[in-house]
Every structure is written in C-alpha cells, then in structure tokens.
C-alpha cells in the first residue's frame, strides 16, 4: 500500500532553499513514498503570528489541517517551525470543542470545517516511524563514511512533549529526540552527543529582534560541537540551518573562530547515502564549504 | 482582541511556581541578556504587580520559543503560554517590533512570509521543481478579517 502525504513546504525552503525541497521529494521517491501538493498557506509561524494574535494563528493554521483533511491525505513536513504549529494547532482544535466551533465558524463562509481526521508529521517521524530504518536502509547504497555528525534537532521539533509527541512520554513526562541520530549511524555516519545539544539555535531571536545576538546564540552550539570534534551539522529546519550556516558566516567575520562546520539539512544526507545526484540535493547553497566532508564521504573512508 | 493576559493563560497556574529558577538557567534569552531579564522574574511580576508590569517591556521579545522553560519547570507550568500571552496583549498595546510587524503584515498580504520573485521561479525550474501553488490570497484575506488582526493591531 503506496504511503501518501500532502508535503508541507512553508515559506522559506521553497524560496530560500529549494534544494532541501527537491532533496525531500527525491529521497521520498527512491522510498515509493507519494506527495500531494496542495495550496498551503504560511503555517503560519509560532515565533510571529502566534505570538501577536492568537486567534489569526489558529484559523490559518487550521485551514493548513482543512486542506489537508479535504485530500484525504497527513501532513508531511520539513521545517521545524511548521511542525510545531500544524501538531500544535491539530491538538488544540481537537481536545477544545470551544475554539474548535469558534474557528469552524469563521472558516465555513470558506468552504472549509474543521473535522480532526488527520496527523501531522514531521519528515523524521515518516521515516523513522512509519517507514521504519529497515526501508531506509535498503536503498542506502553509498555509506557516509564515519563523518562525525553533531544532530541539531532544534526545538520546535519536540517541544513541548506533551505537545509534539504525547504518545512517546517518558514516564516523567519527557522525550528526548534520536531519529536523527539513528538515521545516519544507519547511513554510516558517526552521529556524536554534546554538550548543550538541545539547545536552541537562536534563530528566532534574529529574525524578530536581533540577529547579533541570536547569533550568540549559535556561536555556543558550535563552540561546544567543535570541543566534540564534531565535522558536520545535521538539521531538520531552513531556520537552523540560517543559523548554522549563514550564521556561522556571519560569526566568522566577527570572530575569526575558524570553526568550518558546514550544516546539511537532513534529506540531503539520506540523499547522498541514496546515492542521489548531487545536482538533486541542493548542495550548492552553502555558505560554510562542504568539499571536505564530500570527499570524505565519496572516499568511501 | 484580547483585553487580558489571563484569557489565554490560567493565572492560578502562576501559584504553583516557587522559583527554583530552572526555566531562566536553561532561557537563550537570559544568556544573551546576561541573566538580567528571564522567564522566572517575569511569572513573579505578573504574580506579584500584575500584567501591566510587563505587558510594555521590549525584551518580551526576545523570547526565542524554544519551550525549554516549559518542559524543564519542575512544577509544569506552561511558562511559553504565559509568554504568548503577554506577547499578544502588548502586541496590541503597540509594543510590537518593526521586524514582526513587517513579517505578520506580509502574511496577511500574500499569504507568505517571503516574497516569490521571478529569480524563485527560475531557480526552481533549474532544480527541477513543480511551480509553486498560487494562494487563495482572498480567502487568507477574509480569514484575517474574521479573526480580526487588523483591527487589533496595527501593522503599519
């Protein structure tokens, strides 16, 4: 039975950083994975909308989950900050009759009534959960060759728990996020833990108020990440990755830290495992060069 | 419009803090203001002087939402509720920065956060990639005016 999503882009990879968009739908072709595109609006974004009018947060939202519900089909999506909106704003309609009814009366003139008949996932959760490392890894036929790997899950992704993965609690009410890390030690890389992994990249703070010192933010990760001698960065959201790698460069000519972290979003590293053209992976986006862990990883160490 | 804090955040949740600070240590915020500004002082003042004392406060923005607070309160409180709520009020008190204003405005325009010119489009048929569906901007339109966003804030 042929798996299907509707993919949710949100705003910024298909401008910003179409590669992530294009790695995403080849990977999820080498896996027989169907997508359905479907006239998404902005999320709209848990950094701005929800925190300036709730309500107008929550009827865009919900009108993301309508179109989605009137295709039949989950939501699927590669941005952390889209995830955390669409999971959030589906719970929200779902166990509050209150908003829901007053969010369905202002979509009905639209044509759209919120039902609750669908999930939202994140690209990570369809991989790891629904396809599972078995189906992956039968299609892996390029190892990515020991690359020490820091994972950036960022925080949208899990938090809260209780919100994005209620069915994962630990008995103290907690989740800690492995997909990632599971993923590419499946796809011969070597993820590595660190000091300070969940912390936030900051990239919030640059975009609402102050990139300067959003990238101070950043510039703690990747200290920490360079103590673990960590070679490269995977992510699951266009914000961190800005962070990471436009950040970084940005950082560099304040600071001169030398750190050459290049940052990958995490469908071009399945990608490359894949065996993908490089040409299909966006990878020539980058600001922090990635050469060094290419050759590495076409090496074969 | 939101006349209130408390109508988007239960303020008897607030009694349950006693201040162990843990949700301002692990706050990106605090660090970068160097612990002069948090989470944990800002739950006290609107315990102790009420929301006004912190409605017009610029660093309210500095909020990244990372929810690191919320999951690490020991008491569960949903300290990134509390912030929303206080971000949506002053939001409509005007205290509201440009950056935020200029990006909720274009949403309400477009529909996106960022503009497609015609280099996104070429870029995207380099890559291969289907062209990008056209928005219903009427219907985000009537939506926004249903809710109220302009009417609340002013995004000018």
């Known amino acids: 039975m042929p798996m299907k999503y509707a993919l949710f882009l949100g705003c910024v990879i298909p401008v910003k950083y ?68 669409l999971k959030e704003a589906n719970l929200a309609l779902k166990n509050d009759p209150q908003r829901r009814n007053r969010v369905n009366e202002v979509l009905k003139e639209f044509g759209h009534t919120y039902q609750g008949s669908i999930k939202v996932k994140h690209l990570l959760d369809v991989l790891y959960q629904d396809l599972g490392l078995e189906r992956l890894g039968e299609r892996v036929v390029h190892s990515l060759s020991h690359v020490r790997i820091g994972c950036h899950y960022g925080c949208h992704l899990y938090r809260p728990p209780r919100l994005m993965y209620p069915e994962n609690l630990s008995e103290a009410a907690s989740y800690v996020p492995k997909s990632m890390d599971h993923i590419l030690s499946l796809l011969g890389a070597e993820p590595v833990e660190y000091s300070r992994k969940f912390l936030c990249c900051g990239s919030a703070l640059g975009t609402n108020i102050d990139q300067e ?55 071009q590293l399945i990608g490359l495992a894949f065996g993908l053209d490089r040409n299909l992976l966006g990878l020539n986006d980058h600001r922090i060069s990635l050469e060094p862990i290419l050759k590495q990883i076409a090496s074969g160490a | 419009m939101i006349k209130s804090i408390w109508e988007l955040f239960n303020q008897e949740d607030l009694f349950e803090c006693y201040q162990c600070a843990r949700c301002t240590g692990s706050c990106p915020a605090a660090m970068v203001l160097d612990h002069s500004y948090g989470p944990r002082e800002t739950l006290l003042r609107c315990l ?16 990244t939402t990372c929810q690191v607070c919320e999951d690490r309160c020991p008491q569960e409180i949903h300290i990134s509720d509390l912030l929303t709520a206080i971000c949506n009020l002053a939001a409509q008190r005007g205290n509201l920065p440009e950056k935020i204003k200029f990006g909720v405005d ?13 280099k996104v489009h070429r870029d995207r048929q380099k890559l291969g990639l289907p062209p990008l569906s056209p928005l219903a901007v009427d219907e985000i339109e009537g939506i926004l005016k249903k809710t109220g966003l302009n009417e609340d804030l002013d995004l000018s």
């Open chain 2, 48 to 63: 102790n002087l009420g929301q006004e004392a912190v409605v017009n406060d610029e660093r309210i923005w500095y909020c």
């Open chain 2, 106 to 118: 274009l949403v309400a325009k477009t529909g996106r956060t960022l503009v497609i010119s015609d």
């Open chain 1, 18 to 85: 179409p590669g992530f968009e294009k790695a995403t739908r080849e990977v999820l072709k080498a896996l027989d994975v169907e997508l359905v595109d479907l006239p998404f609006s902005c999320c709209p974004a848990p950094t701005q909308m929800k925190l300036v009018h709730f309500d107008s947060w929550l009827a865009l939202a919900a009108r993301n989950l309508c179109l989605a519900e009137e295709a039949g089909v989950n939501l699927l999506s590669i941005c952390n900050g889209c995830v955390n909106t």
């Open chain 1, 213 to 267: 010192a959003a990238n101070e933010i950043t510039r703690e990760k990747l200290s920490h990440m360079r103590k673990h001698h960590i070679q490269a960065i995977a992510v699951g959201c266009p914000s961190c990755f800005s962070q990471f790698d436009r950040g970084q460069m940005m950082l560099e000519r304040k600071y001169h830290d030398g750190f050459n972290l290049p940052t990958f979003h995490i469908s």
